[in-house]
Nanobody, 120 residues
């Protein structure tokens, strides 16, 4: 099993910054995709940003404001969130998928979620 530990959520003012981190641990052979999603009450979970060894992808709503990065040695993904807006308020969850062993058994794990609240 692969466990994800998230940190860095909290309260920020509009225009401020927060940095989220997510570290994967457990039966990990290799990691393919690391990403951040967010959800607000009554809405579907949406992709915020993801990163692979080939590159990154961002939701249009966060392009130019958020930056995703990963530390492969530490199995960690970060989400630097700048110029925050009240509409960024949501529960942010980390998602990581990859292979758990050399037989290429896969895993797809989610973090418990961390609240980000942006006040106007």
């Amino acid at each position: 099993q692969v466990h994800l530990e998230e940190s860095g959520g909290g309260l920020a003012q509009a225009g401020g910054s927060l940095r989220l981190s997510c570290t994967a641990s457990g039966s990990i052979f290799s990691i393919n995709v690391m990403g951040w999603y967010r959800q607000t009450p009554g809405k579907q979970r949406e992709l915020v940003a993801l990163i692979t060894n080939a590159g990154t992808k961002y939701a249009d709503s966060v392009k130019g404001r958020f930056t995703i990065s990963r530390d492969n040695a530490k199995n960690t993904v970060h989400l630097q969130m700048n110029s925050l807006k009240p509409e960024d308020t949501a529960v942010y969850s980390c998602n990581v998928d990859g292979f758990s062993d050399s037989d290429y058994n896969t895993f797809d794990s989610w973090g418990q979620g961390t609240q980000v609240t942006v006040s106007s």
